[in-house]
């Protein structure tokens, strides 16, 4: 059964420094998100995309982040400048039309220190 | 904006027994999902509810969704250790952007 997969496992990165966190969606799926988990907390919604640009995003995307498919595979997720407070786990996802379900990636865990 | 809340938070269970989860929304949701998470894993897809009314089970689990009330249920049916994980609710008013509950997490005693 296809999956969403997503490099790397883990990110260990020192404040201030960029990452970058990759996925690689379910190919037919149309519909992409990317969620963060704070340890212990709920998941919260980052930004969604869909025909190659941002269709919604939420007030924690802020300027500091960036989403793009730079070759029609992969999906990215770009923290500029991290923070201390961006140590979390997080979730690519993909959302299938036909099955009304969303398909969440293993995840990555980043730590700023 | 869509809120979703759940309780309880923190559910300790014996084997054999019967429990709910409930998860409450603020706004209409086109779709309301259940996941179970393992510590330090990702999010499993248990159930999708589509319409009021709708209910759908697997195994032990099932889940129900009454529009009118905002009110989504969890039943687990003669717990088992292997149901201990953090289980989700969530409300969805887009096509999938999701908006969570704070999570369940049932620990099943023998």
């Known amino acids: 059964e296809p999956e969403v997969t997503q490099t790397p496992s883990h990110q260990v990165t020192q404040m201030g420094q960029e990452v970058i966190l990759r996925c690689v969606p379910i190919s037919n799926h149309l519909y992409f998100y990317w969620y963060r988990q704070i340890l212990g907390q709920k998941v919260e919604f980052l930004v969604s995309f869909y025909n190659n640009e941002i269709s919604e995003k939420s007030e924690i995307f802020d300027d500091q982040f960036s989403v793009e498919r730079p070759d029609g595979s992969n999906f990215t997720l770009k923290i500029r400048s991290t923070k201390l407070e961006d140590s979390a786990m997080y979730f690519c996802a993909t959302y299938l039309v036909s099955t009304d379900t969303q398909y969440f990636g293993p995840g990555t865990r980043l730590t700023v220190l | 904006e869509l809120k979703v809340e759940q309780n309880p938070l923190f559910l300790s269970m014996q084997e054999g027994k019967n429990y709910t989860i409930y998860c409450n929304y603020s706004t209409t949701s086109d779709r309301l999902y259940w996941y179970r998470q393992d510590p330090g894993k990702s999010l499993e897809s248990l159930f999708v509810?589509?319409?009021?009314?709708a209910v759908k089970q697997e195994g032990r689990l099932m889940a129900s969704l009454d529009t009118k009330a905002r009110l989504s249920t969890l039943h687990i049916t003669a717990a088992v250790h292997d149901l201990s994980a953090t289980y989700f609710c969530a409300g969805n008013t887009n096509a999938g952007k999701s908006t969570f509950g704070d999570g369940t997490t049932l620990t099943v005693k023998p």
């Open positions: 509810l589509l319409s009021n009314g």
